[in-house]
C-alpha cells in the first residue's frame, strides 16, 4: 500500500482502539458478571462462616448450662426439694441452689436471665437477673425440655421480642433410670449475641439486612418491618433445594440474598444486600469506562500523526547497526549519542549497552563456570569430614570397650548411629529404623536422666517394614521430654504406639506431663522443637488428611498423633 508510515500509523491506532475497545466492552460486561458471581460466593461464604460464629456463642452457652444441670450440690438440692419431706431442709436446699448459681461466671456470655425450675415447677433465679417475662412460658418450657430427655434444645420466636432461649431438663445422674429433676432456662438477648460477634457478614456501608428464621417465622431482626414477616416463598425453595443465594425482588427492589442453614440450631440465617448499593459503583465504573475509551481514541490518533516521522529514521539507523551484530560485530558503537531520548532513544542505548556487554559477559560465564568447579571440589571434601566423624566416634567406642567403661561407650556408640541416620541422604525409612533412631536418642537421654525417664515402645512386627519420612519421631520424642515432665514427681514417663487403619498408619507419643494445648499447630508462635514444621511436611507430602494432631491424654499428659499412609517395600515412595 503506497501510503504514509504516519497514515498507516495511524489508521494502525484506530482499527485497533475500535478493535480492543469493543472487546474490552464485551470483558467489561464479562467482568460485571463475574463480578456479581464472585460477590454472590463471597456474601455466601461471610454468611456462612457468621452463622458458625454464632453457633460457637450458643454452643459455649450450651456447655455452661450442662455444667450446672450435672452439677452435684444442684443435683443434690434439686433432690431434696423434689422429696420434700422436711420443709427447712428444703429451705436449706434451695438457698444451696442460689449460691451454687451465684458462683458460675455467666457475665462472659450475652445472658439475660438464667433460672432453674424444680420438680413441683417453682423457679430460682440467678442474682437479681428475673426475667418478668419468662414465666409465661415456663410450662411451655418445660413440656418442650422433656422431649429432649436432658438433651439441649434452642428456641426463639416469643412475640415481639428478639430471645433466644436454652432449655434443658436436669435428669439425676447418681440413679440408672435418670429421674427428672428439674428444668434448666437460659433465655438470651439476641441482639447482644449478635453484636458480641463484631462485623456483620457483609462489607461495611452495604445497608444489608440480617434476620434469622426457626421453621420459617422470624425469630431475630435488625430492621423492624421483618419482625412479623414469614420467610418468601423463593427462599425457603432455595432453603430446600440447597441454593445459597439469589437475586430477589420485593416492593420493586432487588436484593441479594444469601441464606445459611445452622446445623447446631436447625434456624436460616439470611442476609438481605441492595442490589443498587452493592452494584452502583461497578455500573459508575462502566460509564467512566466509554468516556475513557473515547478520550483514548482521539488521543492515540493525534499521536500518530506527530510521532510517525520521529520513529521511522532511528528505527532505520537501529536495524543497520544490528545487522552489523548478526555479522558479529559485537564491538559496534554509537559516536554520537541519541538526540531524543524517547523510547527509540532508550532502545539505542540499551543496545549500544547491550553490545559493550557481551564480551564482558562471555569472559564472566568463563570464569563463573571455573568458581562452580571449585565449590563442587570444596563440596567433596566437605563430605569426608562425616566419615572421619564417624571414624573417631568409633575408635572412642573400642577404647571404652577396651577399658571397661560400658556405658561410655553405649553413649558413643548411640551417638554415632544418631549420627548416621541425621546425615543420611534417604527422605523414607522403615518404622523399625526411625524407632531404633528414638531408642539410640532415649539411650543418650537416660544416662541423664537416670532413673526419671521411662519409656515404652509397643510397635506390632506387622508394621516395622513400612516406610515412613526419616527424622519424624525423634523431634516428637525430644518435645515430649521437654514439655512431659510430672511437676509432682519430676519423672517423664513417653509411650510410643502404632497402630493400622486400612491404608492409614497412626502413631501415638503420648507423655504424663502438665499437657500442651492442643490448638499449638493453629497459632503462629515460634517456639517448640519443630512440630509444626513436621507438620506441615508431611501435609505437603500426603495431603491435608495426614500429619500431626494434639490430642489430650486420658488421664492427663499430651498425646501426639502422627498419621500418614501405609507403605511398603515395592510401593510408591522415596528411598
Given at each position: 500500500?503506497?501510503?504514509?508510515?504516519?497514515?498507516?500509523?495511524?489508521?494502525?491506532i484506530?482499527?485497533?482502539?475500535?478493535l480492543?475497545?469493543?472487546?474490552?466492552?464485551?470483558?467489561?460486561?464479562?467482568?460485571?458478571?463475574?463480578?456479581?458471581?464472585l460477590?454472590?460466593?463471597?456474601?455466601?461464604?461471610?454468611?456462612?462462616?457468621?452463622?458458625?460464629?454464632?453457633?460457637?456463642?450458643?454452643a459455649?452457652?450450651?456447655?455452661?448450662?450442662?455444667?450446672?444441670a450435672?452439677d452435684?450440690?444442684?443435683?443434690?438440692?434439686?433432690?431434696?426439694?423434689?422429696?420434700?419431706?422436711?420443709?427447712?431442709?428444703?429451705?436449706?436446699a434451695?438457698?444451696?441452689?442460689?449460691?451454687?448459681?451465684l458462683s458460675?461466671?455467666?457475665?462472659?456470655?450475652?445472658?439475660?436471665?438464667?433460672?432453674?425450675?424444680?420438680?413441683?415447677?417453682?423457679?430460682?433465679?440467678?442474682?437479681?437477673?428475673?426475667?418478668?417475662?419468662?414465666?409465661?412460658?415456663?410450662?411451655?418450657?418445660i413440656?418442650?425440655?422433656?422431649?429432649?430427655?436432658?438433651?439441649?434444645?434452642?428456641?426463639?420466636?416469643?412475640?415481639?421480642?428478639?430471645?433466644f432461649?436454652?432449655l434443658?431438663e436436669?435428669?439425676?445422674?447418681?440413679?440408672?433410670?435418670?429421674?427428672?429433676?428439674?428444668?434448666?432456662?437460659?433465655r438470651?438477648?439476641?441482639?447482644?449475641?449478635?453484636?458480641?460477634i463484631g462485623?456483620?457478614?457483609?462489607?461495611?456501608?452495604?445497608?444489608?439486612?440480617?434476620?434469622?428464621?426457626?421453621?420459617?417465622?422470624p425469630i431475630?431482626?435488625n430492621?423492624?418491618?421483618w419482625?412479623?414477616?414469614?420467610?418468601?416463598?423463593?427462599?425457603?425453595?432455595?432453603?430446600r433445594?440447597?441454593?445459597?443465594?439469589e437475586m430477589?425482588t420485593?416492593?420493586?427492589?432487588?436484593?441479594?440474598t444469601?441464606?445459611?442453614?445452622?446445623?447446631?440450631?436447625?434456624?436460616?440465617?439470611?442476609?438481605?444486600?441492595?442490589?443498587?448499593?452493592?452494584?452502583?459503583?461497578?455500573?459508575?465504573?462502566?460509564?467512566?469506562?466509554?468516556?475513557?475509551?473515547?478520550?483514548?481514541?482521539?488521543?492515540?490518533?493525534?499521536?500518530?500523526?506527530?510521532?510517525?516521522?520521529?520513529?521511522?529514521?532511528?528505527?532505520?539507523?537501529?536495524?543497520?547497526?544490528?545487522?552489523?551484530?548478526?555479522?558479529?560485530?559485537?564491538?559496534?558503537?554509537?559516536?554520537?549519542?541519541?538526540?531524543?531520548?524517547?523510547?527509540?532513544g532508550?532502545?539505542?542505548?540499551s543496545?549500544?549497552k547491550m553490545?559493550?556487554?557481551l564480551?564482558?559477559?562471555?569472559k564472566?560465564?568463563?570464569?563463573?563456570?571455573?568458581h562452580?568447579?571449585?565449590?563442587?571440589?570444596e563440596?567433596?571434601?566437605?563430605?569426608?569430614?562425616?566419615?572421619?566423624?564417624?571414624n573417631?566416634?568409633?575408635?572412642?567406642?573400642?577404647?571404652?570397650?577396651?577399658?571397661?567403661?560400658?556405658?561410655?561407650?553405649?553413649?558413643?556408640?548411640?551417638l554415632?548411629?544418631?549420627?548416621?541416620s541425621?546425615t543420611?541422604?534417604?527422605?523414607?525409612?522403615?518404622?523399625?529404623?526411625?524407632?531404633?533412631?528414638?531408642?539410640?536418642y532415649?539411650?543418650?537421654?537416660?544416662?541423664?536422666?537416670?532413673?526419671?525417664?521411662?519409656?515404652?515402645?509397643n510397635?506390632?512386627?506387622?508394621?516395622?517394614?513400612?516406610?515412613?519420612?526419616?527424622?519424624?519421631?525423634?523431634p516428637i520424642?525430644?518435645?515430649?521430654?521437654?514439655?512431659?515432665?510430672?511437676?509432682?514427681?519430676?519423672?517423664?514417663?513417653?509411650?510410643i504406639n502404632?497402630?493400622?487403619?486400612?491404608?492409614?498408619?497412626?502413631?501415638?507419643?503420648?507423655?504424663?506431663?502438665p499437657?500442651?494445648?492442643?490448638?499449638?499447630?493453629?497459632?503462629?508462635?515460634g517456639?517448640?522443637?519443630g512440630?509444626r514444621?513436621?507438620?506441615?511436611?508431611?501435609?505437603?507430602?500426603?495431603?491435608?488428611?495426614?500429619?500431626?494432631?494434639?490430642?489430650?491424654?486420658?488421664?492427663q499428659?499430651?498425646?501426639i498423633?502422627?498419621?500418614?499412609?501405609?507403605?511398603?517395600k515395592?510401593?510408591?515412595?522415596?528411598?
Open positions: 500500500m503506497n501510503i504514509r508510515i504516519r497514515h498507516k500509523l495511524v489508521l494502525f484506530l482499527i485497533g482502539v475500535l480492543t475497545s469493543s472487546i474490552s466492552l464485551l470483558y467489561v460486561q464479562k467482568t460485571h458478571k463475574l463480578y456479581e458471581q460477590v454472590y460466593e463471597q456474601t455466601s461464604e461471610k454468611l456462612y462462616l457468621y452463622a458458625e460464629r454464632i453457633e460457637d456463642k450458643l459455649a452457652i450450651d456447655r455452661m448450662t450442662q455444667a450446672i450435672s452435684a450440690d444442684i443435683q443434690q438440692g434439686l433432690e431434696k426439694i423434689k422429696q420434700g419431706t422436711n420443709s427447712s431442709e428444703t429451705y436449706y434451695i438457698k444451696a441452689i442460689e449460691e451454687k448459681l458460675y461466671r455467666i457475665f462472659n456470655y450475652p445472658i439475660r436471665s438464667v433460672a432453674i425450675i424444680d420438680f413441683w415447677g417453682n423457679d430460682y433465679w440467678l442474682g437479681t437477673t428475673k426475667d418478668a417475662a419468662a414465666p409465661a412460658y415456663i410450662k411451655q418450657f413440656d418442650m425440655a422433656a422431649q429432649k430427655e436432658g438433651g439441649s434444645l434452642w428456641k426463639g420466636g416469643e412475640p415481639d421480642s428478639k430471645i432461649t436454652s434443658r436436669i435428669r439425676g445422674v447418681k440413679s440408672m433410670d435418670f429421674p427428672r429433676l428439674g428444668t434448666f432456662v437460659v438470651v438477648n439476641a441482639d447482644d449475641l449478635i453484636n458480641s462485623s456483620n457478614p457483609s462489607s461495611a456501608g452495604f445497608n444489608n439486612t440480617l434476620l434469622i428464621y426457626e421453621n420459617h417465622e431475630y431482626w430492621d423492624e418491618q419482625k412479623q414477616k414469614r420467610m418468601p416463598s423463593s427462599l425457603i425453595q432455595n432453603e433445594s440447597g441454593e445459597q443465594y430477589l420485593l416492593k420493586k427492589h432487588k436484593y441479594l444469601t441464606l445459611s442453614t445452622m446445623s447446631f440450631t436447625g434456624w436460616t440465617l439470611v442476609n438481605l444486600v441492595p442490589y443498587e448499593t452493592l452494584f452502583q459503583k461497578a455500573i459508575l465504573m462502566k460509564k467512566i469506562l466509554l468516556l475513557l475509551y473515547a478520550f483514548i481514541l482521539v488521543s492515540l490518533v493525534w499521536i500518530g500523526f506527530i510521532f510517525a516521522r520521529s520513529i521511522t529514521r532511528p528505527i532505520e539507523k537501529l536495524a543497520n547497526r544490528m545487522s552489523k551484530v548478526e555479522q558479529g560485530d559485537f564491538a559496534t558503537y554509537r559516536e554520537l549519542p541519541a538526540k531524543n531520548m524517547d523510547e527509540i532508550w532502545l539505542t542505548s543496545f549500544d553490545t559493550a556487554s564480551d564482558r559477559l562471555i564472566d560465564n568463563y570464569i563463573k563456570q571455573l562452580i568447579k571449585e565449590s563442587q571440589y563440596a567433596l571434601k566437605a563430605k569426608l569430614n562425616p566419615h572421619f566423624l564417624y573417631t566416634l568409633d575408635s572412642i567406642n573400642w577404647l571404652a570397650r577396651r577399658n571397661g567403661q560400658d556405658r561410655i561407650s553405649s553413649m558413643v556408640k548411640a554415632g548411629d544418631m549420627l548416621r541425621t543420611s541422604k534417604k527422605e523414607m525409612v522403615t518404622l523399625q529404623e526411625e524407632i531404633q533412631h528414638v531408642s539410640n532415649l539411650l543418650i537421654q537416660k544416662y541423664r536422666f537416670e532413673e526419671r525417664l521411662h519409656c515404652e515402645i510397635i506390632p512386627d506387622e508394621l516395622t517394614n513400612c516406610y515412613i519420612p526419616t527424622m519424624i519421631l525423634q520424642v525430644e518435645n515430649a521430654m521437654k514439655y512431659g515432665i510430672d511437676d509432682r514427681t519430676g519423672t517423664c514417663h513417653i509411650t502404632s497402630e493400622r487403619f486400612g491404608d492409614q498408619l497412626d502413631i501415638w507419643i503420648a507423655d504424663q506431663g499437657g500442651m494445648d492442643t490448638h499449638y499447630l493453629d497459632q503462629d508462635s517456639d517448640g522443637i512440630l514444621s513436621i507438620h506441615e511436611r508431611l501435609q505437603l507430602l500426603y495431603g491435608e488428611p495426614y500429619g500431626i494432631a494434639i490430642l489430650e491424654g486420658i488421664d499428659g499430651t498425646v498423633r502422627v498419621r500418614i499412609p501405609v507403605l511398603l515395592g510401593e510408591d515412595h522415596h528411598d
